[in-house]
């Protein structure tokens, strides 16, 4: 049983505490004593330790203080820490604009829509006819109160009303939601957030995949990203329920010999990384891949590779 101001238990568990036995041993170990097989000598712990005066103990370090480690420090060491703090942040920064992350962070914010779909359509459950016409109302007033700021480029509260009517809007109103979804794209496309653009637009043709604005501003988004494949398809589309739409036009004409472009850009770039690995392959054989000759066949596309001696 235990009891305060015991260091061990005692009783039936038979468990007993080797403090006090530790305690002893060391002790005459430290004034000559023997403990085990090693033997110490009084000599060697004769020198005793300086009395401690508690008022000097106490006071502070004088104001020209520093720690020994920081004694041998310079400026340039300050200035050297500083430049890769600053090196890091950037990197970070960086980081934050890269297309994969804000691809990734658009998907984030489509799963949370998606998300406040479900909630919006528990609450609905509990509310009147009369309540859900009302909330559409409301909706339908903050759009248009999102439209004049977006006309008179005030961005970030154009995005709010927006949010706060698709926040009101009931899940039963397709068409008004669609415009909704449309409108913030068409601010995120504004302030250049392409990967947001396409993610509400996909929203808005979820629920009305006719809807022509939200087409265009998705495409228009795809190209700005450098998606040249997808935003070609959304013109096209276009372009199949509207023949007279000159923007779907002139980028269907356009996009295919940029696509094309790109295409060979990219096939050049896979070549020279290719040739680079070559090399280092057949470097510790005297070899490189200028040994080797690629031929491609006029008629069936395909290639031949040739091994030429080197002279």
Same mark, same amino acid.
């Given at each position: ?53 508690? *008022?000097?103990?106490?006071? $502070? ?14 400026? *340039?060491?300050? *200035? ?25 962070? +658009?998907?984030? &914010? ?18 009147? &006819?009369?309540?859900? +016409? &009302? ?12 439209? &004049? ?32 979804? +449309?409108?913030? !794209? ?27 604005? !939200? ?5 228009? !988004?795809?190209?700005? !990203? ?13 372009? *199949? ?6 923007? $779907? ?63």
């Amino acid at each position: 049983m235990y009891s305060p101001g015991q260091d061990s238990f005692s009783g039936d568990q038979g468990v007993e505490s080797n403090k006090d036995t530790d305690t002893n041993d060391k002790t005459r170990n430290h004034y000559g004593g023997q403990r085990g097989d090693v033997e110490y000598s009084p000599t060697e712990f004769s020198k005793e330790s300086e009395p401690i005066d508690e *008022e000097t103990a106490l006071e $502070a370090p004088p104001e020209d203080y520093m720690p020994r480690k920081l004694q041998n420090s310079s400026a *340039e060491d300050a *200035e050297t820490n500083l430049e890769k703090l600053e090196k890091t942040l950037s990197e970070i920064d960086k980081d934050d604009d890269k297309p994969e992350t804000k691809r990734r962070a +658009a998907k984030s &914010e489509t799963r949370n829509e998606d998300d406040n779909i479900a909630y919006l359509k528990q609450t609905e459950e509990s509310l009147s &006819e009369e309540q859900l +016409a &009302e909330r559409h109302r409301e909706a339908v007033e903050m759009k248009l109160q999102g439209n &004049e700021y977006f006309k008179s480029s005030e961005l970030d509260m154009a995005y709010l009303r927006y949010t706060d009517g698709l926040g009101r809007c009931p899940t039963s109103e397709v068409r008004t939601r669609s415009v909704l979804y +449309a409108n913030r !794209a068409a601010v995120h496309l504004r302030l250049e957030r392409f990967d947001e653009c396409v993610a509400d637009c996909d929203q808005s043709l979820r629920l009305d995949p006719v809807y022509l604005k !939200a087409l265009l501003r998705r495409a228009a !988004a795809n190209d700005k !990203a450098n998606h040249l494949d997808e935003a070609l398809k959304d013109y096209q589309k276009v372009l *199949e329920m509207d023949r007279t739409c000159r923007e $779907a036009f002139l980028a269907c004409q356009e996009l295919p010999e940029r696509i094309q472009v790109r295409n060979e850009k990219l096939k050049t770039e896979a070549l020279d990384g290719l040739k680079k690995l070559g090399n280092m392959v057949l470097s510790p054989f005297g070899l490189s891949t200028d040994n080797f000759q690629v031929n491609q066949d006029p008629n069936s596309g395909g290639y031949n590779i040739q091994f030429v001696q080197n002279k």
